[in-house]
């Protein structure tokens, strides 16, 4: 599905460059490269606070408990998610209610959303999920008119954007009070290792936040709050820094990619393409097909046979999960979660793909389906 061997064979110098400069200080936690990478990533975002952490599950975690949220308040978020989203509300001993997509983005369905507020609702997830904007506006209107705090989980969408009705673009991840990502080596921006951080334009919350991945404090050995221990290690910000200055080439060359597939696979009956939203910049963190009238599990050994990956995200969505039993998720209907479930399949996405094999993949695919 991804290819970081030759990825990073490319860029080898400089992260090796890098990360002998670590090795040589060692200055293995909190060295200067994570402070470096945090105000690049905060300039790249146009955000006024990044909090580096040790992974986007952690930011997600951190930014709930910088809310300050009290038990069985209600988080919605999208069912049809990475379960990380849903996993940290329930962790915090808040209530998660899960929410319809739209088919077509694959993200919270809006109209779907209003039908889950209750005078419990205290927050919303919305997921970026493939590297495709929620629909920002929708979600940011209907927090305003109930008083609802937005985290962004921006692990698939990081430099991905979103326009506004009125023009004004914004980087997924710094519309909502707070926004969230994952430098998991897979991911669009992936280090080489675990990492993630946290975004806030609010210098209060960056502030709280800062402080709960810090075992609740400022100054070491003093605790205002409860917090966790979940820092980015310099070995992880000194890769990224490296590879933050590519991440816009990088972003190219996967929506080359995609472009690639749409036109191979472009009026195909038994095929859905990713819709491409017009209010926002995809950035293909997955290239995820809805196939109709065919067989999914199928085409997904057929394609292992010929030696190409594939993946179903997800194949259960977070409101089947037995880990939700107690709140008894299971009996909710959600058709569309439920339909996507079935018929989604994710192709071999990533910055190394060539022609030759974006031809081998799709030829492959069509003869499947054909
Ligand atoms: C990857 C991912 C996460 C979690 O990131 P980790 O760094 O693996 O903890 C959270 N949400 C979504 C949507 C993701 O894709």
Not at 62 to 72: D, H, K, S, V, W
Not at 290 to 312: C, Q, V, Y
Request: glycine letters at 6%; hydrophobic letters at 40%.
């Amino acid at each position: 599905m991804v290819d970081l061997k030759g990825q990073y064979s490319k860029i080898k110098k400089e992260v090796d460059l890098a990360i002998h400069e670590v090795l040589d200080s060692t200055a293995f936690i909190n060295g200067k490269q994570v402070t470096e990478f945090s105000e690049r990533l905060a300039a790249y975002l146009d955000i006024n606070h990044v909090i580096p952490c040790a992974n986007g599950t952690d930011a997600l975690q951190i930014a709930l408990m910088g809310l300050g949220l009290e038990p069985g308040d209600e988080v919605i978020t999208p069912s049809f998610t990475f379960i990380a989203t849903t996993e940290v509300v329930a962790l915090l001993r808040l209530k998660p209610v899960f929410a319809e997509v739209d088919a077509r983005t694959f993200c919270l369905d809006p109209t779907q959303l209003k039908k889950q507020i209750t005078k419990k609702t205290k927050a919303i997830v919305p997921v970026h999920l493939y590297g495709q904007s929620a629909p920002m506006k929708e979600i940011m209107d209907l927090a305003k008119e109930y008083g609802l705090k937005v985290v962004e989980d921006n692990a698939q969408a990081i430099g991905g954007d979103y326009t506004f009705p009125d023009g004004k673009t914004q980087k997924t991840g710094t519309i909502g009070t707070l926004g969230t990502t994952s430098f998991f080596p897979s991911k669009n921006l992936g280090a080489y290792g675990d990492g993630g951080a946290i975004f806030t334009q609010d210098p209060l919350l960056a502030d709280t936040c800062k402080m709960i991945a810090n075992h609740g404090g400022k100054k070491r050995y003093y605790h205002e709050l409860v917090g966790c221990n979940s820092r980015l290690d310099t070995l992880q910000a000194a890769v990224l820094n490296v590879k933050i200055a590519l991440l816009d080439d990088y972003i190219d060359q996967r929506r080359t990619a995609a472009d690639y597939y749409d036109r191979a696979f472009a009026g195909h009956p038994k095929i859905n393409t990713p819709f491409r939203a017009p209010y926002t910049k995809h950035v293909f963190h997955q290239y995820t097909l809805i196939l109709e009238g065919a067989d999914r599990n199928k085409l997904h050994e057929w394609l292992a046979s010929k030696n190409i990956p594939s993946m179903i995200y997800y194949p259960v969505p977070a409101h089947r999960q037995n880990m939700f039993a107690a709140f008894q998720s299971g009996s909710q209907q959600l058709e569309v979660t439920d339909w996507l479930t079935e018929r989604v399949i994710s192709l071999p996405m990533h910055t190394e793909l060539d022609e030759e094999q974006l031809n081998y993949i799709t030829k492959t695919v069509l003869e499947f389906l054909n």
